[in-house]
């Protein structure tokens, strides 16, 4: 069974611009989470997505958004880039919705670059 | 407001020998759920154990244990029989409950773990 993959995965933009980030999710897992990942900061949540509804928001900025399809694929887009969001950005897909009894799986991120 | 704390930024260790990472929380919760990641070099983050705070019995997965403190709110992340596979960066985790059955996991900063050939 294929992973959770990401694309791009690396990804160099400039202040001000716009940049969509995609997550497929492993087959047949219907929730997906993003997060964002700083050196230093850990994970912070962005929000979480379970069939196409966003069940959890974190505590970022409106610029942050993202939407899921019926296929469960996800996509975050990110509107006038600031240089402080150039970090790893993280999607996590699991069975279910986020809980002990349904394990995330990550992929292996998107690094994006605000220049 | 619910923190995680990992104080070792980073922590070495000799080939086969053992090593325990640190974490400590901040919730008023009585039922919660725990976790420790892994996060090799190659980024892709993996579940390495997770532990129910109702539980008393330590979570045990082959050569990784926890210490689970609840009063202390402590759950530290031993390694037995280091390998150089388990470089990577640890990250501790906390499930948080939310409103309408929601949760979310908060994280902390994460210990970069170096084993020594």
């Known amino acids: 069974k294929a992973g959770v993959t990401q694309t791009p995965r690396y990804l160099i933009k400039t202040r001000g611009q716009q940049v969509t980030l995609s997550c497929s999710p492993i087959s047949g897992h219907r929730s997906v989470s993003w997060y964002q990942q700083t050196p230093g900061q850990g994970l912070q949540f962005l929000f979480e997505y379970f069939s196409e509804t966003q069940r959890n928001k974190g505590n970022f900025p409106g610029r942050f958004s993202g939407r899921q399809f019926s296929n469960s694929r996800s996509e975050m887009n990110v509107s006038t880039l600031e240089l402080g969001d150039s970090a790893l950005y993280l999607c996590?897909?699991?069975?279910?919705?986020?809980?002990?009894?349904?394990?995330?799986?990550f992929g292996p991120g998107t690094r994006l670059t605000v220049l | 407001a619910q923190t995680v704390t990992q104080s070792q930024p980073e922590m070495s260790v000799q080939e086969a020998e053992t090593v325990t990472l640190s974490c400590t929380y901040d919730?008023?919760?009585?039922?919660?759920?725990l976790f420790w990641y892994k996060q090799p070099p190659s980024r892709q983050m993996i579940l390495v154990i997770r532990?129910?705070?109702?539980k008393q019995q330590n979570a045990t997965e082959n050569r990784f244990s926890v210490n689970f403190q609840k009063a202390a709110k402590s759950f530290s992340l031993k390694i037995s029989d280091s390998q150089l596979g388990d470089a990577a960066m640890y990250f501790c985790?906390?499930?948080?409950?939310?409103?309408?059955?929601?949760?979310?996991?908060?994280w902390g900063a994460g210990t970069k773990l170096i084993i020594k050939p």
């Open positions: 985790a906390y499930r948080i409950p939310l409103l309408d059955s929601n949760y979310q996991l908060i």
């Open positions: 532990q129910e705070a109702y």
């Open positions: 919730t008023s919760e009585s039922d919660y759920y």
């Open positions: 996590a897909s699991s069975l279910g919705a986020v809980g002990v009894y349904n394990e995330q799986f």
